[in-house]
């Protein structure tokens, strides 16, 4: 992008008040999916990503078609509701839980769930003494088959360095208390290995369908940022 370009549109986006790089409680307040749905001019980098794919496709380097049906994969067959099955599949079934906590891929593949961006996952179990929670430092690795795309809390700045300065701090501001005799585990996830983890099923829930249970796990309860609740104490699913 050339300089004057690039300038206008950094005195557009002020002028907008547009905020370009949130902090967490900003971040969390976006609504997590939609990052920038607010910004009245598109980010550096998203535009940036529109010039190249506007390119490769002129040149016939990339198929607008393959394009579409990545895109149509991303927003419809990756999620966090796949998560969601698996941890409920690990609740009900101990010799799943098992394999889970074993080999994470092919167990999660069992439930028809694989692409891209987690081909090496890891899941992380809590426990009453025991509490997990997953970030990457160095950018935003994330288990997509799973969670699908990560929020924009989880990509920003403040999340990704308090999460290792400061855990207790950070799950406090996302209304999770835990006793000082509960251990605080922080797992950063890379490019080669990302993280997921198995919450607690609460209490109250023994009667509950694998369905049923599902309906309970959130995403945020996979990242480590909250528990899982009965009754559901809303939150991101
Ligand atoms: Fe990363």
Same mark, same amino acid.
């Given at each position: 992008? $050339? ?18 790089? %949130? $902090?967490?409680? +900003? ?10 749905? +607010?910004?009245?001019? =598109? ?14 496709? *002129? ?16 927003? #419809?067959?990756?999620? %966090? ?20 906590? *074993?080999?994470?891929?092919?167990? &999660?593949? *069992? ?8 081909? #090496? ?9 025991? +509490? ?13 088959? /799973?969670?699908?795309? !990560? ?6 700045? %403040?999340?990704?360095?308090?999460? /290792? &300065?400061? =855990? ?7 209304? @999770?208390?835990? !006793? ?5 585990? /922080?797992? $950063?996830? @890379? ?8 919450? *607690?099923?609460?209490?109250? @829930? ?11 796990? @959130? ?12 009754? !559901? ?5």
């Amino acid at each position: 992008m $050339d300089e004057t370009r690039r300038r206008f549109l950094k005195a557009a986006a002020t002028a907008a008040g547009a905020a370009a790089t %949130p $902090d967490l409680a +900003h971040a969390q307040a976006l609504g997590q999916d939609q990052p920038v749905a +607010h910004q009245a001019v =598109p980010s550096d980098l998203m535009l940036r990503v529109k010039s190249l794919e506007s390119l490769l496709v *002129e040149k016939g380097l990339v198929d607008p078609a393959a394009l579409d049906a990545l895109v149509d994969m991303m927003e #419809h067959e990756v999620g %966090p509701r796949n998560g969601a099955q698996v941890v409920a599949r690990a609740w009900v079934d101990a010799t799943y839980k098992r394999r889970l906590l *074993e080999n994470a891929p092919d167990a &999660i593949a *069992e439930l028809g769930f694989r692409s891209g961006q987690g081909e #090496h996952m890891l899941v992380v179990e809590n426990t009453p003494k025991v +509490h997990n929670l997953v970030v990457c430092t160095l950018c935003s690795c994330y288990p997509w088959p /799973v969670l699908g795309l !990560p929020p924009v809390w989880y990509k920003s700045a %403040p999340y990704r360095s308090r999460a /290792v &300065i400061d =855990p207790r701090g950070i799950l406090r501001e996302f209304g @999770t208390q835990l !006793p000082d005799d509960v251990e605080v585990r /922080v797992w $950063d996830s @890379t490019a080669e290995l990302r993280y997921i983890v198995l919450p *607690e099923r609460p209490a109250g @829930t023994e009667s509950m369908t694998e369905e049923q249970l599902a309906a309970l796990v @959130t995403r945020d309860a996979m990242v480590g940022v909250a528990k899982v609740t009965f009754p !559901p104490s809303g939150g991101n699913r």
